[in-house]
């Protein structure tokens, strides 16, 4: 028996004591089983032990940020280390768990941490196409399968759910996100915590999600990563913040900080962002890991001089754990000596490590994620890539058909497939994929090859021009296919590190020669359809104006082609509604539905006049709005009913509209609620998603979809900053969107 398996056994021992004779002397928010365990620990740690538990390290498997330790393996066996991310696979994680447990003198196991952001082997549609099916339950179910092969892997904390409200799509990481709208992100947020944490965190196949970025990482300065933010505290807890704290309610055990400023202090030093808000207002009592070198980061921010106060003011901050700047372990020592640290703040942020890796169950069993047969047997399971398939149908958008050119016909006899994303397994992963592999991903090719099997017709295939080339050399053999071909499907759009993280465009068009391409294609007069391809909202208004349809597929991740096909084909019908609006062109951004009406609001009897909020080389409507997306049938809606005109504070109002499929296929659609505040103390938006539904509506047949406000959902910070709900009328829109549907009001007295 080693050193460190003597100290574990006494300090269980030694816990289990203390657990039995001081619970009751514990503070509520920490009043839990574990407390007095992490208390008797942290009372036998050194110094240097403590200031280990604090580092978190990359292993070299994966890269996902600027600079690599090395040295990890050795960092971990001095103690240097709490934990380790981009590390996966039975065998290594055992084989650095090992080095913690055997090698340190008190063998407290290390947490595995990863990117888990869509998937961990089985890779899911990114995050914004996922947010498009306004559907918690597919997404919550998503992130279980997504915990389930990730813990069988030796993996137990997710960096993950990333939940930045943005309205700019220039900013790669919207892919990353759930939309623009704050209230779907929250919810959309408590189901991916919900899925990763499941019920129990004592449970091998369950870990710990990671809410980020706080804060506002969203809003940088023209779509631009890493830049500036800077916002009133108005929006920032009207439109920013809700997300993050719908994730802590759902009980995430870990919040990333961000790599941006607000207002001029960057947010690894804000102490008022982590002590104030996220700990003594909401509550939050897990631990607050940095993003990557973030700590460093404080000097060229320039906030810090050097790396020691650099440290300190994270530190002091409220800011647990240090993801690679290696700063705490470096420098937190010498300032604790010189008094720039106290001794409290430092076991608080190793206490609240700690009490993570009790919650988890670690201490009991460091190797409890490390099960062979999980590993063989959990992972890409067939069950897995029927729902990763059935969630690609679900997420793609339908956002043009002209001519009813979808579905293809299952009479058609040659299908003609062009273009660089027809057969590009690599690019369906989207970014951030895990241990998602190219060859585990079936192509739109591929897909519509296995179709093909059920519905006879050839299929060919050109690329007609890579994704980002200039030249058109490749052009001609692709319009030779097209015209040999009666039906063509077009697969154009952005490669899938085109978004993400660092992958800001000022240009947010089709890459390449890719319209001149599509402008060739379609002028052949085919039925023709565009797959698109994207991790962004794209400004695509030519392409809108001469396709007759286009499908928004995003990048499905492992099940992409069999999941496109599907739609193409009617065997899944389209039911994908936009979360980030589609600008016209780059200049209109920021764009969202839920803008401000202004003073001199553009009128409705003359667009055209002059002095009023609107471009003069452009109209204000985006391309496509907020909520929007087509289906291959159709939905009628009419007689709105109200059960009342008038609500009480301590009333609810009840409004319903019937919906009926009058098209010729059964289908789902996505009914939306807006509310507009019309005069408030502060200004409110010109509408603002309250509700939504997501039914079922079988051809020749109609629902009535039923919505309950109360006074709850009315509030908002007025002009002295309280979270209340103000008396007066407020209209209302309830349809397929945020521009149509049926209008009303109602009012509160
Ligand atoms: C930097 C990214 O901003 C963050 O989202 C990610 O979790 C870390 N790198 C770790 O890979």
């Known amino acids: 028996m080693k050193r460190g398996e003597n100290l574990y056994i006494l300090i269980i021992g030694l816990s289990v004591f203390i657990a039995g004779c001081s619970l009751d002397k514990i503070p509520p928010s920490t009043n839990n089983k574990y407390q007095s365990k992490v208390d008797s620990l942290l009372k036998i740690m050194t110094v240097e032990e403590k200031i ?16 690599m330790n090395k040295n990890y393996k050795q960092l971990i066996k001095e103690g240097k280390a709490g934990a ?4 996966f696979s039975v065998d290594y994680v055992t084989r650095l768990q090992k080095l913690a447990i055997e090698e340190t003198r008190l063998g407290i196991p290390l947490l595995f941490g990863y990117d888990v952001v869509h998937g961990h082997r089985t890779i899911f549609p990114i995050p914004l196409a996922q947010s498009c099916s306004w559907d918690m339950e597919l997404i919550e179910q998503s992130d279980r399968i997504a915990a389930i092969e990730a813990t069988a892997e030796g993996v137990n904390w997710s960096f993950a759910p990333m939940i930045d409200v943005s309205r700019d799509p220039r900013w790669g990481r919207v892919s990353e996100g759930a939309g623009e709208d704050t209230w779907l992100a929250s919810l959309i947020g408590a189901a991916r915590v919900k899925g990763f944490q499941d019920k129990d965190l004592t449970d091998n196949n369950t870990l ?26 108005r929006s920032l807890r009207e439109y920013y913040l809700p997300p993050y704290q719908a994730c802590i309610e759902a009980g995430a055990r870990t919040v990333m900080t961000s790599f941006n400023e607000i207002a001029g202090v960057p947010s690894t030093s804000n102490r008022w962002l982590f002590r104030e808000l996220l700990r003594d207002e909401w509550g939050f009592n897990g631990f ?15 906030v810090a001089t050097d790396s020691a106060m650099a440290g300190e003011l994270a530190l002091r901050a409220g800011i647990d754990m240090d993801m690679q700047s290696n700063i705490y372990s470096k420098h937190l020592k010498k300032s604790l000596d010189m008094g720039k640290v106290s001794m409290k703040d430092l076991d608080q942020a190793v206490s609240n490590i700690l009490l993570i890796k009790y919650q988890l169950g670690l201490f009991d069993d460091p190797y409890k994620y490390c099960n062979v047969q999980r590993e063989d047997t959990e992972i890409l399971t ?24 979808l579905p293809i016909s299952r009479s058609v006899k040659k299908i003609a497939l062009i273009g660089p994303l027809s057969n590009s397994k690599d690019d369906m992963l989207g970014n951030w994929s895990a241990a998602g592999r ?6 739109l090719y591929e897909g519509l090859k296995e179709k093909s099997k059920t519905y006879n017709y050839k299929l060919e295939y050109a690329i007609g021009c890579n994704v980002l080339e200039e030249s058109t050399s490749n052009f001609n053999k692709a319009i030779e296919l097209a015209k040999s071909a009666d039906y063509v499907i077009l697969a154009l759009g952005e490669h899938r590190h085109l978004s993400g993280e660092a992958a800001s465009r000022t240009d947010i068009g089709l890459p390449g020669v890719q319209q001149q391409l599509a402008n060739k294609i379609i002028a052949l007069g085919k039925p023709t359809v565009v797959v698109l391809f994207n991790g962004r909202p794209l400004t695509i208004q030519e392409l809108n104006d001469k396709a007759p349809a286009i499908l928004d597929a995003w990048f499905g991740g492992t099940q992409s082609g069999n999941g496109i096909a599907d739609i193409l084909f009617a065997d899944a019908i389209p039911s994908g509604k936009l979360t980030m609006t589609f600008p016209k062109n780059v200049g209109q951004i920021p764009i969202h539905y839920n803008m401000k009406n202004t003073g001199r609001p553009v009128r409705d009897e003359n667009p055209l006049y002059k002095f009023t909020s609107r471009y003069i080389d452009a109209e204000n409507e985006p391309l496509y709005p907020f909520g929007y997306g087509l289906s291959y049938t159709k939905f009628d809606y009419k007689n709105l009913l109200l059960n009342k005109e008038e609500i009480t504070s301590t009333d609810s109002i009840q409004i319903s509209v019937e919906v009926s499929n009058t098209g010729n296929y059964d289908g789902t659609e996505i009914v939306q609620l807006y509310l507009q505040d019309i ?5 409110r938006p010109v509408k603002e998603l309250k509700g939504f539904k997501k039914v079922f509506i079988p051809k020749g047949e109609k629902v009535t979809v039923s919505f309950t406000l109360t006074v709850n959902d009315l509030k908002f910070y007025d002009i002295n900053m309280n979270y209340k709900f103000e ?23």
């Open 52 to 67: 280990g538990q604090l580092n978190l390290l990359s292993s070299s498997w994966d890269v996902t940020g600027p600079t």
């Open 84 to 87: 380790i991310f981009n590390a």
């Open 208 to 233: 710990i999600a990671c809410v980020k970025h706080f804060a506002a990482y969203g809003a940088p300065q023209a779509g631009r990563d890493y830049h500036t933010v800077d916002m009133s505290e």
């Open 288 to 302: 607050v890991v940095t993003d990557y070198t973030s700590i460093y980061e404080l000097i060229p921010h320039g």
């Open 382 to 405: 067939q069950k897995s890539q029927q729902f990763a398939r059935e969630f690609v149908a679900q997420s793609c958008v339908l956002l043009k058909n002209e001519n009813n050119t």
């Open 438 to 443: 190219a060859e585990d991903c079936v192509t």
């Open 679 to 683: 005069v408030g103390s502060v200004t």
């Open 727 to 749: 008396p007066g009328t407020f209209n209302f829109l309830i349809g397929p969107n945020s521009v149509s549907g049926i209008k009303g009001a109602f009012t509160l007295l």
